[in-house]
């Protein structure tokens, strides 16, 4: 029903930024909780941040606190996630999520709907 398409994804220094975004296709975008993943090379698969669909709710991973910022615009059926001051340790494939629900979204269970990824690789 929902197809999504993640991009922004690069090679960028450390210290530097990235906008990634993501498109969404197929549904009523307003009505789906978006989530944003990593998952780097031996590990598995990480919540970085959530939004709820009308905005009123975000959380962030420990790790990117401070440092991300995941936004939605609905009128435009895109979610967002600006990633700045970025680590050799943010390198991982991100990956956004759509949830026909409102909460148990700090599991990937709660996410029905998954892009194919896109690259983020933070140079030493």
């Known amino acids: 029903q929902v197809q999504l398409v993640e991009s922004g994804g690069g090679l960028v220094q450390t210290g530097g930024s990235l906008r990634l975004s993501c498109a969404a296709s197929?549904?009523?975008?307003?009505?789906?909780?978006m989530g944003w993943f990593r998952q780097a090379p031996g590990k598995e698969r990480a919540l970085v941040a959530f939004?709820?669909?009308?905005?009123?709710?975000?959380y962030y991973a420990d790790s990117v606190k401070g440092r991300f910022t995941i936004s939605r615009d609905n009128a435009k059926n895109t979610a967002y996630l600006q990633l700045n001051s970025l680590k050799p340790e943010d390198t991982a494939v991100y990956y956004c999520?759509?949830?026909?629900?409102?909460?148990?979204?700090?599991?990937?269970?709660?996410?029905?709907?998954w892009g194919p990824g896109t690259q983020v690789t933070v140079s030493s």
């Open positions: 999520a759509a949830s026909p629900r409102n909460y148990g979204l700090g599991s990937d269970v709660a996410y029905d709907y």
């Open positions: 197929g549904g009523t975008f307003s009505r789906y909780a």
């Open positions: 939004v709820t669909m009308a905005s009123l709710g975000t």
